[in-house]
Protein backbone atom coordinates (compact mmCIF):
# COMPACT_ATOMS: atom_id res chain seq x y z
CA UNK A 1 0.00 0.00 0.00
CA UNK A 2 1.57 3.11 -1.11
CA UNK A 3 0.77 6.43 0.86
CA UNK A 4 -1.49 8.78 -1.00
CA UNK A 5 -0.50 12.18 -2.42
CA UNK A 6 -1.95 13.73 0.76
CA UNK A 7 0.86 12.47 2.86
CA UNK A 8 3.64 13.59 0.76
CA UNK A 9 2.24 17.23 0.64
CA UNK A 10 1.81 17.39 4.83
CA UNK A 11 4.90 16.43 5.05
CA UNK A 12 5.91 19.07 2.86
CA UNK A 13 4.11 21.75 4.69
CA UNK A 14 4.90 20.51 7.69
CA UNK A 15 9.22 21.04 6.93
CA UNK A 16 8.06 24.88 5.02
CA UNK A 17 6.51 25.96 8.10
CA UNK A 18 9.43 24.17 10.36
CA UNK A 19 11.58 26.56 8.15
CA UNK A 20 9.90 29.78 8.29
CA UNK A 21 9.94 29.55 12.19
CA UNK A 22 13.72 28.53 12.03
CA UNK A 23 13.99 31.75 9.65
CA UNK A 24 11.95 33.87 12.39
CA UNK A 25 14.32 32.28 15.89
CA UNK A 26 18.10 32.20 14.15
CA UNK A 27 19.93 35.18 14.77
CA UNK A 28 22.98 33.97 13.08
CA UNK A 29 22.94 34.55 9.58
CA UNK A 30 24.35 31.02 8.26
CA UNK A 31 21.26 29.36 10.61
CA UNK A 32 18.78 31.45 8.46
CA UNK A 33 20.51 30.55 5.57
CA UNK A 34 20.51 26.83 6.87
CA UNK A 35 16.99 27.16 7.37
CA UNK A 36 16.06 28.98 3.91
CA UNK A 37 17.52 25.50 2.34
CA UNK A 38 15.52 23.91 4.28
CA UNK A 39 12.23 25.82 2.78
CA UNK A 40 13.51 24.86 -0.50
CA UNK A 41 13.82 21.63 -0.18
CA UNK A 42 10.15 21.14 1.56
CA UNK A 43 8.97 23.16 -1.61
CA UNK A 44 10.67 20.43 -4.07
CA UNK A 45 8.96 16.89 -2.41
CA UNK A 46 5.66 18.72 -3.13
CA UNK A 47 7.17 19.40 -7.11
CA UNK A 48 7.87 15.57 -7.00
CA UNK A 49 5.00 14.48 -5.25
CA UNK A 50 2.96 16.18 -7.47
CA UNK A 51 4.84 14.77 -10.70
CA UNK A 52 4.71 11.40 -9.39
CA UNK A 53 0.86 11.72 -8.30
CA UNK A 54 0.02 13.37 -12.36
CA UNK A 55 3.26 11.37 -14.23
CA UNK A 56 4.39 14.14 -15.21
CA UNK A 57 8.27 15.06 -15.99
CA UNK A 58 7.95 18.73 -15.51
CA UNK A 59 7.80 18.56 -12.06
CA UNK A 60 11.31 17.06 -11.94
CA UNK A 61 12.51 20.04 -14.20
CA UNK A 62 11.67 22.25 -11.95
CA UNK A 63 13.15 20.82 -9.01
CA UNK A 64 16.23 21.10 -11.17
CA UNK A 65 15.68 24.88 -11.90
CA UNK A 66 15.36 25.12 -7.86
CA UNK A 67 18.40 23.07 -7.00
CA UNK A 68 20.57 25.34 -9.40
CA UNK A 69 19.43 28.52 -8.05
CA UNK A 70 19.96 26.89 -4.64
CA UNK A 71 23.63 26.75 -5.68
CA UNK A 72 23.61 29.73 -7.01
CA UNK A 73 22.60 31.51 -3.37
CA UNK A 74 24.57 29.31 -1.82
CA UNK A 75 27.49 30.65 -3.78
CA UNK A 76 26.56 34.34 -3.66
CA UNK A 77 24.66 34.23 -0.06
CA UNK A 78 27.81 32.97 1.53
CA UNK A 79 30.11 35.14 0.17
CA UNK A 80 28.07 38.15 1.29
CA UNK A 81 28.69 36.06 4.68
CA UNK A 82 31.96 35.86 4.95
CA UNK A 83 32.03 39.46 3.84
CA UNK A 84 29.83 40.67 6.57
CA UNK A 85 32.21 38.76 9.18
CA UNK A 86 35.32 40.47 8.30
CA UNK A 87 33.98 43.31 8.52
CA UNK A 88 31.77 43.02 11.66
CA UNK A 89 33.49 40.79 13.36
CA UNK A 90 29.90 38.30 13.73
CA UNK A 91 27.57 36.70 12.23
CA UNK A 92 24.52 38.64 14.30
CA UNK A 93 21.48 39.96 11.80
CA UNK A 94 21.18 42.49 14.75
CA UNK A 95 24.47 43.94 13.96
CA UNK A 96 23.90 44.50 10.28
CA UNK A 97 21.83 48.38 11.22
CA UNK A 98 24.34 50.20 9.40
CA UNK A 99 21.69 51.47 7.12
CA UNK A 100 19.76 52.80 10.09
CA UNK A 101 21.29 55.80 10.98
CA UNK B 1 5.86 -1.60 3.31
CA UNK B 2 6.67 1.80 0.69
CA UNK B 3 4.34 3.45 3.64
CA UNK B 4 5.88 2.32 6.46
CA UNK B 5 9.21 3.18 4.76
CA UNK B 6 7.19 6.85 4.31
CA UNK B 7 6.29 7.13 7.98
CA UNK B 8 9.90 6.31 8.55
CA UNK B 9 11.24 8.76 6.35
CA UNK B 10 9.11 10.99 7.14
CA UNK B 11 9.36 10.88 10.86
CA UNK B 12 13.38 11.44 10.40
CA UNK B 13 12.83 14.45 8.04
CA UNK B 14 11.26 16.35 10.63
CA UNK B 15 12.93 15.28 13.52
CA UNK B 16 16.32 16.22 11.67
CA UNK B 17 14.57 19.68 10.79
CA UNK B 18 13.38 20.26 14.42
CA UNK B 19 16.91 19.79 15.50
CA UNK B 20 18.06 21.78 12.96
CA UNK B 21 16.04 24.77 14.22
CA UNK B 22 16.23 23.96 18.03
CA UNK B 23 20.23 23.80 17.89
CA UNK B 24 22.32 26.79 18.89
CA UNK B 25 25.55 25.25 17.60
CA UNK B 26 25.51 26.31 13.62
CA UNK B 27 27.71 22.81 13.05
CA UNK B 28 24.77 21.17 14.97
CA UNK B 29 22.51 22.22 12.43
CA UNK B 30 24.45 21.81 9.53
CA UNK B 31 24.55 18.04 10.42
CA UNK B 32 20.79 18.09 11.48
CA UNK B 33 20.35 19.51 7.79
CA UNK B 34 22.27 17.01 5.90
CA UNK B 35 19.93 14.38 7.70
CA UNK B 36 17.34 16.10 6.26
CA UNK B 37 18.46 16.07 2.65
CA UNK B 38 19.35 12.24 2.85
CA UNK B 39 16.09 11.30 4.06
CA UNK B 40 14.47 13.48 1.30
CA UNK B 41 16.32 11.60 -1.27
CA UNK B 42 15.11 7.93 -0.08
CA UNK B 43 11.43 9.63 -0.13
CA UNK B 44 12.46 10.82 -3.60
CA UNK B 45 13.75 7.03 -4.38
CA UNK B 46 10.23 6.00 -2.98
CA UNK B 47 8.55 8.75 -5.44
CA UNK B 48 10.40 6.74 -8.34
CA UNK B 49 13.06 9.61 -9.10
CA UNK B 50 16.27 8.51 -9.00
CA UNK B 51 17.45 11.01 -10.62
CA UNK B 52 16.40 14.00 -8.21
CA UNK B 53 17.39 11.78 -6.05
CA UNK B 54 21.06 11.31 -6.60
CA UNK B 55 21.23 15.22 -8.15
CA UNK B 56 20.12 15.90 -4.08
CA UNK B 57 22.20 13.91 -2.64
CA UNK B 58 24.93 15.24 -4.57
CA UNK B 59 24.46 18.97 -4.82
CA UNK B 60 22.91 19.32 -1.51
CA UNK B 61 24.38 16.66 0.74
CA UNK B 62 27.52 17.45 -1.16
CA UNK B 63 28.15 20.33 -2.19
CA UNK B 64 26.11 22.77 -0.45
CA UNK B 65 26.16 21.57 2.80
CA UNK B 66 29.89 21.03 2.27
CA UNK B 67 30.41 24.61 1.39
CA UNK B 68 28.79 25.54 4.38
CA UNK B 69 30.09 24.14 7.09
CA UNK B 70 33.59 24.88 5.78
CA UNK B 71 32.33 28.63 6.05
CA UNK B 72 31.48 27.88 9.68
CA UNK B 73 34.42 25.94 10.05
CA UNK B 74 36.39 29.15 8.69
CA UNK B 75 34.76 31.50 10.51
CA UNK B 76 35.13 29.75 13.85
CA UNK B 77 31.65 31.21 15.02
CA UNK B 78 30.29 31.45 18.62
CA UNK B 79 26.83 29.81 19.58
CA UNK B 80 23.46 31.72 18.75
CA UNK B 81 23.27 34.01 21.74
CA UNK B 82 19.04 34.34 22.93
CA UNK B 83 17.57 37.52 22.62
CA UNK B 84 18.17 39.70 25.38
CA UNK B 85 15.55 42.19 24.46
CA UNK B 86 11.90 41.97 22.35
CA UNK B 87 11.42 38.60 24.51
CA UNK B 88 8.17 38.42 23.69
CA UNK B 89 8.53 38.11 19.67
CA UNK B 90 9.12 34.50 20.27
CA UNK B 91 5.68 33.10 20.90
CA UNK B 92 4.90 35.59 18.17
CA UNK B 93 7.10 34.45 15.81
CA UNK B 94 5.79 30.33 16.98
CA UNK B 95 2.28 31.64 16.44
CA UNK B 96 3.12 32.60 13.45
CA UNK B 97 4.39 29.36 11.92
CA UNK B 98 1.37 27.63 13.59
CA UNK B 99 -0.54 29.83 11.15
CA UNK B 100 1.10 29.34 8.48
CA UNK B 101 1.34 25.74 8.85
CA UNK B 102 -2.07 25.77 9.19
CA UNK B 103 -2.88 27.67 5.73
CA UNK B 104 -0.15 25.27 3.90
CA UNK B 105 -1.84 22.09 4.97
CA UNK B 106 -5.78 23.50 4.34
CA UNK B 107 -4.24 24.61 0.80
CA UNK B 108 -2.90 21.08 0.22
CA UNK B 109 -6.02 19.64 1.50
CA UNK B 110 -8.12 21.48 -0.56
CA UNK B 111 -6.08 20.37 -3.96
CA UNK B 112 -6.14 16.64 -3.38
CA UNK B 113 -9.79 17.51 -2.45
CA UNK B 114 -10.54 18.73 -5.98
CA UNK B 115 -11.27 16.54 -8.96
CA UNK B 116 -8.63 15.39 -10.87
CA UNK B 117 -7.10 12.45 -12.48
CA UNK B 118 -4.43 10.41 -11.34
CA UNK B 119 -1.87 9.18 -13.84
CA UNK B 120 -2.94 5.45 -14.70
CA UNK B 121 -0.42 3.17 -12.19
CA UNK B 122 2.97 1.89 -14.16
CA UNK B 123 3.53 4.68 -16.15
CA UNK B 124 7.02 5.59 -14.70
CA UNK B 125 8.32 8.88 -15.75
CA UNK B 126 11.38 10.47 -13.74
CA UNK B 127 13.79 8.38 -15.10
CA UNK B 128 17.24 10.29 -16.46
CA UNK B 129 16.42 9.45 -19.72
CA UNK B 130 13.42 10.96 -20.07
CA UNK B 131 14.29 13.89 -17.69
CA UNK B 132 17.59 14.82 -20.29
CA UNK B 133 15.10 14.71 -23.53
CA UNK B 134 12.40 16.87 -21.95
CA UNK B 135 15.81 18.98 -20.74
CA UNK B 136 17.32 19.58 -23.93
CA UNK B 137 14.03 19.34 -26.34
CA UNK B 138 11.00 20.91 -24.92
CA UNK B 139 12.74 22.99 -22.09
CA UNK B 140 16.15 24.14 -23.45
CA UNK B 141 15.31 27.46 -22.64
CA UNK B 142 15.16 27.60 -18.83
CA UNK B 143 18.63 25.00 -19.38
CA UNK B 144 19.96 27.83 -21.03
CA UNK B 145 19.28 30.33 -18.51
CA UNK B 146 19.84 28.78 -15.38
CA UNK B 147 23.40 28.13 -17.18
CA UNK B 148 23.60 31.85 -17.74
CA UNK B 149 22.39 32.02 -14.15
CA UNK B 150 25.36 29.77 -12.25
CA UNK B 151 27.81 32.20 -14.34
CA UNK B 152 26.68 35.03 -12.77
CA UNK B 153 26.73 33.34 -9.52
CA UNK B 154 30.03 32.57 -10.12
CA UNK B 155 31.40 36.47 -10.66
CA UNK B 156 29.34 37.73 -7.94
CA UNK B 157 30.75 35.07 -5.32
CA UNK B 158 34.00 36.07 -6.72
CA UNK B 159 33.61 39.93 -6.45
CA UNK B 160 32.13 39.53 -3.21
CA UNK B 161 34.08 37.86 -1.38
CA UNK B 162 37.12 39.89 -3.06
CA UNK B 163 39.03 41.43 -0.02
CA UNK B 164 37.91 45.42 -0.25
CA UNK B 165 40.85 47.22 1.33
CA UNK B 166 41.98 49.83 -0.99
CA UNK B 167 39.19 51.97 -1.24
CA UNK B 168 38.70 51.66 2.27
CA UNK B 169 42.00 52.37 3.38
CA UNK B 170 41.89 55.37 0.58
CA UNK B 171 38.65 56.92 2.71
CA UNK B 172 40.64 56.57 6.02
CA UNK B 173 43.65 58.47 4.38
CA UNK B 174 41.46 60.94 3.19
CA UNK B 175 40.29 61.35 7.10
CA UNK B 176 43.12 61.59 8.71
CA UNK B 177 45.02 64.10 6.13
CA UNK B 178 41.13 65.94 6.82
CA UNK B 179 42.02 65.81 10.78
CA UNK B 180 45.60 67.30 10.55
CA UNK B 181 44.45 70.35 8.59
Same mark, same amino acid.
Given at each position: ??P?L?S???????LFA????????K?????M??CI???LN????SF?A????YG??T??????????V?AA??A????????????????D?????I??? | ??SV??F??A?????????????K?P?????S?I?V???L??????? !??P?I? #? @???L??? *??? /???????????NL?E??PL???RY?????GA???V?L??T????Y???????? !?????? #? @??Q???I *?T? /????YL??V??V??????AI????????????????L?????????A
Amino acid at each position: MEPGLGSYLALSGILFAIGAVGVIYKRNAIGMFMCIELMLNAVNLSFVAFSRHYGDVTGQLFVFVVMSVAAAEAAVGLGIIITFFRNRLSLDVDDASILRN | MVSVLFFILAGLAIACAVSCVYHKNPLYSAISLIGVFLSLACIYLTL !AAPFIA #I @VQILVYA *GAI /MVLVVFVIMLLNLDEDKPLTRLRYLYPIGGALGVVLLAQTLFVFYAVTRTPHE !ASEQGK #I @VGQTMSI *GTA /MYTEYLLPVEIVGILLLMAIVGAMIMSRRMSEPNLELVEDASEGDKA
